[in-house]
């Protein structure tokens, strides 16, 4: 068969996840990844030269970098937190958008050192090399009229002109280029077993429909905060048009057979010399294996399940500093808690949850956001009090 069947899918997805889960432990995990912006001294977007003297910097404060195969420039340092943990800093969209991977942490306390250790890091190197560290979730008009493409990065961009051209759809290049100009930080979670128990994923779809607008109130009043989630969102719908996979996805019910099944029909990744770029694995006439689908096919819905067992939390935009880098991986850890628990039952189905999504977009409810809010703080401070105190409020 030219694509793996369901079943092939999710043996595959089960087989990779107990490897993972055995290797992290049972516990829950948190890992997070952020992005920031690096200017120029004169508020102007770093150059490749700017970006190479702070990677250099990192260098010095101790991190090991890796280089190009073709020259000596650095593309990624890495920093080993433990004998089996690394945190890395790379490039996200060269030169001027950077992203730091934090390692996975059992408990907060240990990944709010690391970040705060990081961050001061970024700060030596910033003012080291000249350059300004920025984190805002986009890039003003001024800003992104600065970028200027090199032809590998076409290349990138390549499938996502293809996905829109497929629906007849001709999208202006500032838009198929967004990656380079929105920056987000995202959450990972790991030891949730996600692939025994998948309604997991619509558990965590119940949450986030009320609690969706966290990660932009904790740098943004409620008006502001509205505008920065549904820029981000608006943007992937653009670009991405009649895709289900998509934010907070238009499924009947989340579970496995229909979300793979979803999967195959997202556009798929490729470059200009890849004649299906853009187009589905379904259209494809080549033959995949498993590890192919999931390493190709798109999948772009806030609360991603991974290959590799954890779940990704996707549509929060870039934070500002330690302290709401902390606030939002405790969110994320309190609503894994609260799932967790095999007792816990869905209050409504997926679809009217989504639904009830839809409806909270649109204005911002105090009265609904903060009951939620309080419920998964207690949960966080009975399970363990130290990691209540992270999840600030984000309103005043």
Request: aromatic fraction near 10%; glycine fraction near 4%.
């Amino acid at each position: 068969m030219p694509i793996p069947s369901q079943s092939e899918l999710i043996s595959y997805l089960s087989d990779r996840g107990e490897e993972y889960h055995n290797r992290r432990g049972t516990k829950l995990s948190v890992g997070v990844e952020h992005e920031f912006f690096l200017f120029r001294s004169n508020n102007r977007l770093a150059t490749w030269a700017d970006s190479q003297r702070f990677f250099q910097e990192f260098g010095n404060l101790g991190w090991l970098p890796c280089k190009s195969n073709e020259n000596d420039d650095i593309i990624e340092l890495s920093r080993q937190t433990s004998s089996t943990k690394f945190t890395k800093v790379k490039y996200e969209y060269a030169p001027h958008l950077i992203e730091v991977a934090f390692t996975y942490f059992n408990e907060l306390n240990e990944l709010e050192e690391l970040v705060a250790s990081v961050w001061d890091q970024i700060m030596v190197a910033s003012k080291r090399s000249g350059t300004i560290v920025v984190s805002k979730p986009f890039l003003s008009d001024d800003e992104i009229s600065q970028i200027i493409d090199s032809p590998e990065r076409h290349e990138i961009n390549y499938s996502r002109k293809m996905a829109s051209k497929n629906f007849g759809i001709a999208v202006a290049e500032k838009m198929l280029k967004f990656p380079s100009y929105t920056a987000s930080t995202q959450v990972h979670i790991g030891g949730l077993n996600w692939w025994k128990r998948p309604e997991i994923l619509a558990e965590l779809y119940e949450l986030e429909s009320e609690l969706f607008l966290y990660s932009s109130l904790l740098i943004a009043g409620p008006e502001e905060a509205l505008e920065i989630y549904n820029r981000r969102l608006n943007l992937y719908r653009l670009v991405f048009p009649e895709f289900p996979l998509i934010g907070f996805p238009d499924l009947k019910e989340w579970n496995l057979e229909l979300w793979l099944q979803e999967l195959l029909k997202s556009p798929m990744l490729g470059g200009s010399d890849c004649k299906t770029a853009g187009s589905s694995i379904m259209l494809s006439r080549n033959t995949h294996n498993a590890e192919s689908v999931f390493s190709l096919c798109r999948d772009l819905q806030y609360i991603r399940p991974r290959n590799i067992g954890t779940i990704e939390f996707r549509g929060d935009p870039a934070q500002n500093d330690v302290s709401s880098i902390m606030a939002l991986a405790a969110l994320r850890l309190g609503m894994a808690m609260e799932v967790e628990d095999s007792s816990t039952n869905i209050r409504n189905s997926y679809q009217s949850t989504r639904e009830a999504w839809i409806n909270n977009n649109g204005i911002f409810s105090k009265k609904t956001f903060s009951k939620k809010f309080d419920s998964l703080k207690l949960t966080l401070e009975k399970q363990c009090p130290s990691k209540g105190r992270h999840l600030v409020s984000a309103y005043k």
